[in-house]
């Protein structure tokens, strides 16, 4: 790592992908060391092969020499000036100081702002970027986890056309040549195939090369598509439009099949507005979710109506029904129809939302057809929420109107495609199951895949090129509020790679000016002031573009159109339904390699490296399966075999299909994981469909790995809710305050510090933000669905899930439960060797080095949250990877326990940076990264001794309580009881 | 340079008597080896009371206070640390090893105290010499005694004269 | 003379007491009778044993290689059930090891002649049992070869073991135990040794058992100090029996979960740890003093007193039980009554409860009878199901109680592994390796002892006579 000038980092050798002369050197011998091909080979031997060919290690092991190359690749900073964040004090990168920088990420469309930290130039953590509208300093799931892509080892190395590899200046060449073959007639008979992108540069290269290619097409491919929102807007306002919801201005929410807090590029902020909503009192906001499967959503409802997906569209009519008939919002009158069903839920949502006119809220999901999003439409604007509860924007223009996948294949059937440009991320696995994109795309002479790993696209493409990660590239992105970010990268690329960009640049001859260049250029044409260059680091350094947030707008609702649409659509049909629905955990497919979230227990059932045809006990009981039962699933004569999970709350007559699984090409990590909902899915119900038919297969049990088995609290006094109605602060307070005791413990040292933390459960959606924190924070290591299923996961923090009262539509609670650091800690005094002790500051604490391993810890834990390493969990963990560790935490071994700090590390960095600057630690100064990632902002982590720290008033609220408060064991970890709003009338 | 005169006795009778007669004539240092205890020979013979219960004493009270000591010093003085918010010095929870180490040290104690006293480990001693012993730890009543040269072949004759059989002497060679 | 005296054994009336000690043999007959099986030829029946459990051993260290090479993953062991068949293994045969020391020093101490004759059997039983029991806290460990940390020495870290963990406390007793045990039996089998000395034909032999006879003369005041060392170890290996066990038991009570955390351990734990011993002296005895013919020494009123301790001590167990969930329901504490009478019950594990109830409640209640206790077959099946009884006390203490505590969101089942098996049935062989080993270099009934049990029962008759 050479030196580095202050703030920004220096540009480092010329061409792309080469090291500094001392860099080189050092590449080299290292390579020898690791008995690697010499540089500057980009594939080792035997990494060309497919992975599947070799046992995991030995895969790893061929991949050691290139991961060494790329080890030493991560040192280097990115060519071009990158900027830290600047509400931090600029500092020079020295070893073991770490720094942050600003960027954005897009899972799925719109961005949502990041700060990444970067230690030693390699980038270790995902945070929020507090001043970023999408983000407001929470960081999800999906966006943490993405780092561990970066460092995949399957990752995809330099470029090969028809299994030639090709160097970097070589694949740029040949593009442009292939660019050239176009011109003469105006690319007609050149495609490309894009996902959705909020990124304005994105755009712009789009119309470029529209301009220049006036004959090719662009297609755009998003497996989790929003074509129905647009469509209803369409119809709605006559332009497609993108909703905004704004929960902190709503009083009343009735979600129709939208699960807006595990899904969409604003569930951060969502969550973040909703439990703003939530705090208990008169002014507390009441949710209503009509929805099919149990989602994180609806497990936050006050209310939950189950229905079949295709009964949606009619419950929102009867609401209209209702709006229009009774409390005179004559404007429904056309959209409305009298309900067949739940009158008199409709009835009361509908007085409900009618009471808060001006401060009401309906949304819909994008799983809903159009009419759904139409009727929506005319809802808010009827009750007023358009401009008050919900803003409209124009959707990010399509270039020239995309058109969709199915022209795209007629034209490669018809063969007039000789040049497919794939930049959509995995349409062969990702295409409905009625667009057999595979072979079609095997017969383009020139299928161009961009892509980061090796994949079924790929495996069908003639020209397949290495992308470049979000880390490693340079970009821009919109928020949902028209907000844009830089994206800066990171680190140079591990391995010889393009971004989207370049890529589209080189059909325009741009290839190699570099995606800094072509960002910068597009955005000071945008803005063209002489300081430009000043301005540019100001938005690196705060991670967006300020003033690019454009008015939300009200336009008029086309009633007319929108009663034509809802009155066209067929009623539901009786029988049983599928639904598909993105997965919580590796979305459409695009994170199923990746070890993090498929190890991650799903928010609802818990469930490991899989998915499950999910369905309500009262259907399993007329199906005849039950939880475990492998089933054959029929539709439209497309057969998928699925094991059955029984979820109490979903509804009847409908089986959810969690997409995204099933891969065939997708690594030791991914392959073979689940089934793959999407081979029953159809191009014209991608959603939802009925005719399904389900029959039991076998007898043998489907073997899942769920990190938690019984969902009952058992009587016991664990996770706390109460109706508001019926709370008051006495029914809690035998689960507080100082237990009688025989003989008197030694007291408390008084100290400056008493970190302490508390855990609001009003607040907590059990969106799992926090458990991917935390391993990433704290090295927790992944170890498989094996261990899983012997009840050995190593998570520190588990969202603990319990479902009460009624069966088919029990209330749902989470509860994460980390470690509660007792003060009088009965897994301390039972350690024969010291190796768990107390801090003076209260910190229950984990010596590894002096731990022998007897487990008598684990079993006197009343919590159950201390995890064991039975095995050398950390042995085969690729040379890439271990870049990933955070330095500042200890990687644990075989044989000893382990378990939550409160992540002392970063206290300790804080202490540091205090006593330097000769003053105590400052209130919230200390984040714990469970508490840092938190959208809801439901972890407050602080210091006890301290009555005016966030923590000391949690601790004092009339709704804290203590977790199993009978054992006595004084945790510091408080929990607050979860208040529910929900409608008497409903009562 | 000493010598041992042994003889075999029918009875205990006989064997206590021999050996009353023999000390009053003052022979040498007298022993019995029988298969089994007899205390009645053990009186004849005029040995006291056995020190080993006072050893074990000394065992007892050194392994107690030095368990519970050991403890004290370790987890109140010398490394003292919050554990589970328990008192440094946690008396009642010192109480079983302070038993264990006693009882070991007592145990200890004793069984050393009793080789000491027993003259062990001496695999070889002269009256193994006579072949005729090896009846000693089986069935046979043995009388022996430990005198000078010169005076052996007096003691032998008394002996014989008490009705022992098998009378035969042994020489330690130097 | 064993033949012809084991059929009187067996003919004995009923009314009149069965004698401990069968015929007035001599000394020198005693003598031949019970070393017998040490200079006699190999037996067949020994063989064969022998090859029964030298590959059941070879299993045992074949499986505690492969756990030490690839860590304890491959027990079933996990989160929440951290202790399983280790701690289970554990338990179980420390309680088997109780009876040994507990016939010797008690009934020694109780003046009761009956021990003389099977307290060397018992004696070696409870060293080899301890033995197999020290494998598993040693093996148990995530990093046994860091196992010397939990003894107090002055170490690099400059810390000290936490005396308030059970843990340690179990370390000294257990070592303790086994310490004062094996000088209690060596104490006692000197006599023996040197009378095998004597009685060696062989000078390997000779040389042998010399060195370990200690110079052993027999000599008066070697019988002096030795019967008063003996006494002693005997008055002070009492109260350790009885502490062993106890303190076994903190290792659960002295914990916060429910099913551990019950003030009835330490007595009822001691009782099972006798009722336990008592069964596997039984178990072994009975086929080993036909083999051996020792039916004159180890009669039938040592089986029946052996039947009659059974009893009690499985009455207390009983008891135990009975104590253990009425404080449940008494305490009204919820978690508490949940386990008793639910978990245990109605759980996933509750074949395995039952089997419990049936083999240390019901099975005992046969001894109430004579003809039960005189007949050696039926003896002989209740000893061996109140091991497997024992054994799944353990299981259902250790295993059910962990399995389902605090919070239902960390429950999870335990399934044994092929390695935690490998490693239970492992220690049986070691142990009956040992054991035969023991039966055929060491006189398995103390020579020296029977001896003056004769003494002493003749001096008696001739006072009888004088009357």
């Known amino acids: 790592m050479p030196p580095l000038g202050k703030g920004a980092l220096h540009v480092l050798g010329e061409g792309r992908g080469e090291a500094p002369a001392d860099g080189r050197e050092r590449w080299r011998s290292l390579a020898e060391r690791e008995g690697g091909g010499a540089h500057p080979a980009e594939f080792p031997a035997g990494a060309a092969e497919a992975p599947e060919a070799f046992s995991r290690r030995g895969f790893f092991k061929i991949l050691g020499a290139s991961a060494a190359l790329a080890g030493l690749g991560a040192c280097r900073p990115p060519r071009d000036a990158i900027h830290p964040w600047v509400r931090q004090p600029e500092k020079a990168v020295v070893p073991g100081a770490s720094l942050h920088y600003a960027t954005a990420l897009a899972v799925g469309g719109y961005g949502v702002g990041l700060l990444v930290t970067s230690t030693e130039g390699r980038p270790t953590k995902v945070e929020g970027n507090p001043d970023h509208p999408s983000s407001l300093g929470a960081a999800g799931a999906f966006e943490q986890a993405a780092l561990l892509d970066l460092y995949d080892p399957r990752r995809l190395r330099g470029f090969t056309r028809r299994g030639q590899p090709l160097s970097h200046r070589a694949v740029l060449r040949s593009l442009v040549e292939l660019a050239a073959s176009h011109r003469e007639d105006g690319g007609r008979r050149l495609r490309f195939l894009v996902g959705e992108s909020a990124s304005p540069l994105l755009a712009d290269l789009r119309r470029r090369i529209q301009a220049s290619y006036p004959g090719a097409r662009f297609h755009v491919f998003e497996s989790l598509a929003r074509d129905e929102v647009r469509g209803g807007h369409r119809v709605a306002f006559g332009r497609p439009m993108e909703a905004r919801l704004r929960l902190d201005r709503a009083a009343v929410i009735l979600s129709l099949d939208d699960d807006f807090l595990a899904l969409g590029p604003d569930r951060l902020r969502l969550a973040r507005e909703l439990a703003a909503g939530r705090e208990p009192g008169p002014e507390m906001s009441r949710l209503y979710v009509a929805e099919a499967h149990l989602s994180l959503t609806g497990s936050s409802a006050d209310h939950r109506l189950r229905m079949r997906p295709s009964e949606v569209l009619a419950f929102g009519r009867a609401v209209a029904h209702r709006l229009a008939e009774k409390h005179g919002l004559a404007a429904l009158a056309g959209c409305g129809l009298a309900p067949a069903a739940r009158a008199r839920e409709a009835a009361a949502v509908a007085d409900d939302l009618a009471r808060a006119r001006g401060r009401a809220l309906v949304t819909a999901g994008q799983r809903q057809p159009a009419a759904v999003h139409a009727l929506v439409a005319a809802l808010n604007a009827a009750l007023g929420a358009a401009g008050a509860t919900v803003e409209y924007r124009p959707a990010p223009e399509d270039p020239a109107g995309a058109a969709p996948l199915r022209d795209l294949a007629a034209a490669i059937a018809a063969g007039q495609v000789d040049t497919l440009v794939v930049t959509a991320s995995n349409p062969v696995y990702g295409a409905p199951a009625d667009v057999d994109l595979g072979p079609l795309l095997a017969r383009v002479p020139d299928g161009v895949y961009l892509t980061l790993r090796p994949d079924e696209t790929s495996a069908r493409s003639s020209f397949v090129v290495a992308a470049s990660h979000p880390f490693e590239s340079w970009g821009d992105l919109r928020a949902t509020d028209g907000t844009a970010s830089i994206c800066q990268p990171l680190v140079a690329p591990l391995a010889e790679s393009l971004s989207e960009p370049e890529l589209l640049a080189s059909f325009l001859g741009e290839g190699d000016r570099g995606g800094h260049a072509l960002v910068k250029a597009s955005w000071e044409a945008r803005r063209p002031r002489p300081d430009f260059d000043a301005e540019w680091r100001r938005w690196l350094g705060r991670g967006l573009v300020p003033g690019t947030a454009t008015a939300g707008e009200a336009p008029a609702v086309r009633l007319g159109a929108v009663a034509a649409a809802a009155g066209a659509v067929p009623a539901a049909r009786q029988g049983l339904e599928a639904s598909f629905v993105a997965d919580a955990k590796v979305l459409d497919g695009r994170f199923a390699e990746n070890a993090w979230m498929q190890e991650l227990p799903d928010p609802v059932t818990k469930l490991t490296w899989d998915n499950a045809a999910l369905l309500s006990p009262a259907t399993a009981r007329r199906l005849g399966v039950e939880t475990g039962r492998r089933a054959e699933l029929r539709l439209r004569g497309r057969r998928v075999e699925a094991p059955v999970y029984v979820v109490p709350g979903h509804a009847d007559d409908v089986v959810t299909l969690p997409l995204g699984y099933g891969r065939t090409a997708a690594g030791p990590v991914g392959t073979n994981v689940g089934f793959s909902a999407g081979a029953l899915r159809s191009g014209d119900a991608p959603w939802f469909e009925g005719g399904l038919a389900l029959a039991p297969v076998g007898i043998r049990k489907h073997a899942f790995a769920a990190t938690q088995e019984h969902f009952s609290m058992e009587g016991r006094d664990i996770a706390l809710s109460f109706d508001r109605a019926q709370w008051s602060p006495e029914k809690v307070a035998h689960l507080r305050g100082a237990l009688p005791t025989l003989l008197d413990p030694a007291g408390d040292p008084e100290e400056p510090y008493r970190w302490g933390m508390a855990i609001d459960l009003s607040r907590c959606t059990g969106c799992s933000a926090c458990a991917v924190a935390c391993q990433a924070e704290n090295n927790v290591p992944v170890v498989g669905k094996a261990q899983v299923a012997r009840s050995r996961e190593m998570h520190w923090l588990r969202i603990d899930r319990y479902f009460a009262g009624d069966p088919e539509n029990p209330e749902v609670l989470s509860q994460p439960v980390a470690c509660v650091h007792c003060e009088r800690a009965p897994c301390e005094y039972v350690c024969p060797v010291n190796a768990t002790v107390h801090s003076d500051e209260g910190l229950n604490e984990m010596v590894y080095n002096r731990c022998v391993g007897t487990r008598y810890c684990s079993n006197n834990c009343p919590y159950k949250v201390r995890r064991f390493n039975f095995f050398e969990y950390n042995k085969e963990k690729p040379p890439t990877e271990k870049m990933l560790m955070n330095p500042d935490v200890t990687v644990r071994h075989r044989g000893v326990m382990e378990k939550c700090s409160y992540c002392v590390q970063r206290i300790e960095r804080v202490r540091i940076t205090a006593r330097l600057e000769g003053r105590p630690i400052r209130e919230g100064e200390v984040l714990t990264a469970c508490q840092q990632a938190c959208p809801a902002q439901a972890i407050v982590f602080g210091n006890l001794a301290d009555p005016r720290s966030r923590v000391s008033a949690w601790h004092g609220s009339d709704r804290r309580y203590d977790l199993l408060h009978e054992v006595g064991t004084r945790p510091r970890t408080a929990y607050l009881v979860r208040i529910r709003n929900p409608n008497p009338e409903l009562a | ?174 | 003379m064993s033949a012809e005296s084991a059929a009187r054994v067996e003919r004995v009336d009923p009314l009149e007491p069965v004698p401990v000690l069968a015929g007035r043999p001599g000394d020198r007959e005693l003598n031949d009778a019970l070393f017998e099986p040490v200079w006699a030829k190999t037996r067949r029946g020994w063989l064969a044993l022998f090859a029964v459990a030298v590959p059941l051993a070879g299993l045992l260290f074949l499986a505690i290689a492969y756990t030490l090479a690839t860590g304890i993953g491959v027990w079933g062991n996990n989160v929440p059930v951290g202790w399983a068949f280790d701690i289970i293994n554990f338990v179980w045969w420390i309680g088997i090891g109780h009876a040994g020391t507990l016939i010797s020093a008690i009934l020694l101490l109780f003046q009761q002649r009956w021990r003389t004759s099977i307290n060397r059997f018992a004696e070696a039983m409870t060293l080899f049992a301890v033995i197999q029991a020290l494998i598993f806290p040693a093996l148990h460990t995530g990093r046994p070869w860091f196992d010397f940390w939990l003894f107090p020495y002055p170490s690099t870290l400059g810390l000290w073991p936490n005396f308030k963990s059970p843990l340690i406390w179990d370390v000294f007793a257990v070592n303790t135990y086994f310490l004062v045990s094996l000088l209690f039996w060596y104490v006692g089998l000197i006599p023996d040794l040197a009378a095998l000395r004597d009685t060696s034909r062989s000078r390997a032999a000779r040389v042998a058992y010399g060195i370990f006879a200690l110079g052993w003369r027999g000599s008066a005041r070697h019988w002096r100090h030795h019967r008063i060392a003996y006494l002693l170890l005997a008055g002070i290996s009492t109260p350790l029996v009885l502490s062993v066990h106890s303190v076994v038991s903190f290792d659960f009570a002295v914990s916060v979960l429910p099913g551990w955390h019950t003030t009835v351990f330490p007595p009822y734990f001691v009782a099972g740890a006798i009722f336990s011993g008592f069964a596997m002296v039984l178990t072994l005895v009975i086929p080993a003093r036909k083999v051996f013919g020792f039916e004159s020494v180890i009669t039938g009123k040592h089986l029946d007193n052996m039947a009659k301790v059974m009893l009690a001590t499985g009455l207390m167990v009983s008891y135990g039980y009975l104590v253990e969930h009425f404080n449940a329901w008494y305490s009204g504490d919820h978690l508490e009554s949940f386990l008793f009478f639910t978990t245990r019950q109605r759980g996933p594990y509750a074949p395995v409860y039952w089997l419990m109830i049936f083999c240390n409640v019901v099975v005992p209640q046969v001894f109430w009878f004579r003809r039960a206790r005189q007949s050696t077959w039926a003896l002989w099946v209740a000893a061996l199901l109140v091991n497997v009884g024992m054994w799944t006390e353990r299981f259902v203490i250790i295993v059910t109680s962990l399995h389902r505590d605090f919070l239902p969101s960390s429950w999870a089942m335990y399934y044994p592994t092929w390695v935690d098996w490998s490693i239970y049935l492992g220690t049986l062989g070691f142990f009956g390796t040992l054991f035969l080993l023991f039966l055929r270099f060491v006189p398995a009934v103390s020579a020296s002892e029977v001896k003056e049990l004769r003494r002493e029962l003749e001096h008696e008759a001739q006072a009888h006579a004088a009357h």
């Open chain 2, 1 to 174: 340079m000493a010598s041992w005169v042994l003889g075999e006795f029918q009875d205990d009778g006989a064997l206590c008597g021999a050996a009353r007669r023999l000390r009053e004539l003052g022979h040498g240092r007298l022993d019995a080896h029988t298969p089994v205890p007899v205390p009645a020979v053990e009186e004849a013979l005029g040995l006291g009371r056995s020190p080993v219960p006072l050893i074990a004493l000394c065992g007892a009270i050194l392994g107690g206070a030095g368990g519970y000591l050991m403890q004290w010093w370790m987890n109140a003085v010398d490394y003292s640390i919050n554990v589970g918010g328990r008192p440094d010095h946690a008396a009642p929870a010192f109480i079983p090893v302070t038993f264990e180490t006693t009882v070991l040290a007592t145990a200890i104690f004793i069984v050393l105290g009793f080789f000491a006293l027993a003259g062990f480990p001496r695999t070889h001693h002269p009256v193994f010499e006579v072949e005729a012993f090896r009846t000693a730890s089986v069935d046979g009543l043995w009388l022996s005694a430990e005198v000078e040269p010169a005076a052996a072949e007096g003691v032998a004759e008394e002996l014989r004269r008490l009705g022992a059989r098998n009378v035969s002497r042994v020489e330690e060679e130097a």
